[in-house]
């Protein structure tokens, strides 16, 4: 079984790296992968979000470079890239590279950042949410410009998601830009954010169905998935965090994808 969209069904995890050290954090993304999950992202902070705020916590983007070693089957990426942390061309040459280690595995999540504390830690202009977006608004054409001048060129069209649901920009530029968007919310609220979606796309003269559909879930699968499969959804991401990365709730979501697609 397919969604709406008639894509396949894939299932995601959200490895959080707090709270762990990180042969834990490399045990559970192996194991991740093991269980048959199609995706594993990390997230770019400096600080967990959760728990103890001065608690153990890794970097993003090295940490995808040694999972392009460490794994062989997953795509590998960042729910989501703060754009605000890296210049564009810088960050189109790291996603290259790690594209390549990957061999071609690597997809490019990117937001416009919003955690105040990782901002003024390390000394970056929080500014506002609308600068911040703006900001994302500029550096997409400039990521895109710059994978076509990179030598080796990367293995892929790389896909962007792009994390977010602003429904006057952030939506307008998952429609120019995006080939996956990740939203968060029950399925009332992703109803909503689809039909602005698409209405970005109508105005962009962008066909929706270019674009995958992606969503956090906590619920249960018998019950959450269909509501936003019938949305549209096939991309489904669970969260666990350190230090010991229950993957429990991942089990059945992989089992449910299987169950559809059987």
């Not at 608690?55 to 995808?64: A, F, N, V």
């Not at 066909?207 to 018998?222: L, N």
């Not at 269909?226 to 429990?248: E, H, I, M, R, W």
């Amino acid at each position: 079984m397919t969604s709406a969209s008639n894509r396949k069904i894939r299932i995601g995890v959200q490895l959080q790296p707090q709270h762990a050290e990180y042969k834990a954090i490399r045990r559970a993304a192996s194991e991740a992968e093991d269980l048959g999950v199609d995706i594993v992202f990390n997230w770019d902070h400096f600080y967990p979000l959760y728990g103890e705020p001065e608690g153990l916590h890794y970097e993003c983007w090295t940490m995808l470079g040694a999972w392009a070693e460490s794994t062989s089957r997953v795509e590998i990426g960042a729910l989501v890239t703060c754009n605000s942390y890296r210049n564009p061309e810088l960050l189109a040459d790291m996603a290259r590279t790690v594209d390549h280690i990957s061999d071609g595995r690597l997809i490019l999540g990117i937001g416009s950042g919003w955690f105040e504390k990782d901002y003024d830690e390390y000394g970056y202009e929080f500014g506002t949410a609308g600068g911040r977006l703006d900001d994302l608004a500029e550096a997409l054409p400039r990521i895109e410009s710059r994978f076509g001048k990179l030598n080796p060129a990367p293995t892929r069209k790389i896909p962007v998601l792009i994390g977010g649901g602003g429904e006057k920009k952030t939506l307008r530029l998952v429609a120019k830009h995006a080939d996956i968007w990740h939203g968060f919310g029950d399925p009332e609220v992703v109803e909503r954010k689809v039909k602005i979606l698409d209405q970005h796309c109508a105005d962009v003269g962008r066909d929706p169905k270019e674009i995958e559909r992606s969503v956090a879930v906590d619920g249960e699968p018998e019950e959450l998935g269909p509501k936003l499969l019938d949305l549209g959804v096939s991309l489904f991401t669970v969260a666990t965090g350190g230090p010991d990365y229950n993957l429990d709730k991942l089990r059945s979501w992989i089992e449910w994808r299987d169950k559809q697609q059987s």
